[in-house]
C-alpha cells in the first residue's frame, strides 16, 4: 500500500484546512486509515482514524469536536477536515493504513505511512 498525503499549508488560529491521503496498492487488505502528527521536538501521535469497511471513527481528545475524519472508498482516499485549528496543531501530518485490528490509535500497529504534510499555525 502506498499512500500520499496533501493538503497541508499555512493558516491563521481560527482558521480550517482539509488533508487528503490517496491510497494504492493493497487497499481491499486495510482495516484501518489514520493520521498522525508529529511536532518539533515531540513524539508522532495518534490524532483520527477510521475503519475502511464500514466507517468507524476513533479521535484523540485534543480534536474532537474540531477534526473530522472521512473517506471515499470509490477514490481509495482518506480526508482529515479541520477547523478552529490553533498553534498547538502546529506539525508534521502523516497519514497511515493498518491491516489488523488491535489498538486503533498506537502507532505500531500502522504497517503502511506516507510522506508528511506541513501545518502550521499562526498565532
Known amino acids: 500500500v502506498q499512500l500520499q498525503a496533501s493538503g497541508g499549508g499555512l493558516v491563521q488560529a481560527g482558521g480550517s484546512l482539509r488533508l487528503s491521503c490517496a491510497a494504492s496498492?493493497?487497499?481491499?487488505?486495510?482495516?484501518?486509515m489514520g493520521w498522525f502528527r508529529q511536532a518539533p521536538g515531540k513524539e508522532r501521535e495518534f490524532v483520527a482514524a477510521?475503519?475502511?469497511?464500514?466507517?468507524?471513527?476513533n479521535y484523540a481528545d485534543s480534536v474532537k469536536g474540531r477534526f473530522t475524519i472521512s473517506r471515499d472508498n470509490a477514490k481509495n482516499t482518506v480526508y482529515l477536515q479541520m477547523n478552529s485549528l490553533n498553534p498547538e496543531d502546529t506539525a508534521v501530518y502523516y497519514c497511515?493504513?493498518?491491516?489488523?485490528?488491535?489498538?486503533?490509535?498506537?502507532?505500531?500497529?500502522?504497517?503502511?505511512w506516507g510522506r508528511g504534510t506541513q501545518v502550521t499555525v499562526s498565532s
Open positions: 497511515a493504513a493498518r491491516n489488523s485490528l488491535g489498538v486503533i490509535s498506537a502507532r505500531s500497529g500502522y504497517e503502511y
Open positions: 496498492g493493497l487497499t481491499f487488505s486495510m482495516s484501518y
Open positions: 477510521i475503519r475502511w469497511y464500514g466507517g468507524n471513527e
